[in-house]
């Protein structure tokens, strides 16, 4: 099976309680991502996700244009790795 990006944002900010989740969720069914979304016991919100590098990038772009007002802080790594997901969920 051939390599594909995969990338993790963490979100920062009050990105718990307000439907930060959900609206990760609705963002990606625009895309062609795979992954999931996750509250995380420090506050923050894990974005797991892999796809064509353009993509990401969009889907990253489109999250944090979205929930703006909720995010303080956004910490990205991306690698290159074999699929490890289908389809994109909330953890």
């Known amino acids: 099976m051939a390599d594909i990006h995969h990338t993790e944002v963490y979100f920062q900010g009050r ?25 995380l016991t420090d506050g923050r919100v894990l974005v797991e996700a892999e796809a064509i590098p353009d993509e990401l990038d ?5 999250i944090q244009e ?22 994109f969920v909330i953890r």
């Open 15 to 39: 990105v718990q309680g307000v439907g930060f989740r959900y609206a990760v969720l609705q963002v990606a069914k625009e895309f062609e991502v795979a992954g999931f979304v996750q509250n």
């Open 66 to 87: 979205k929930m703006d007002g909720y995010i303080r802080k956004v910490e990205r790594s991306q690698r290159v790795r074999t699929p490890q997901f289908a389809g």
């Open 58 to 62: 969009e889907f990253v772009a489109a």
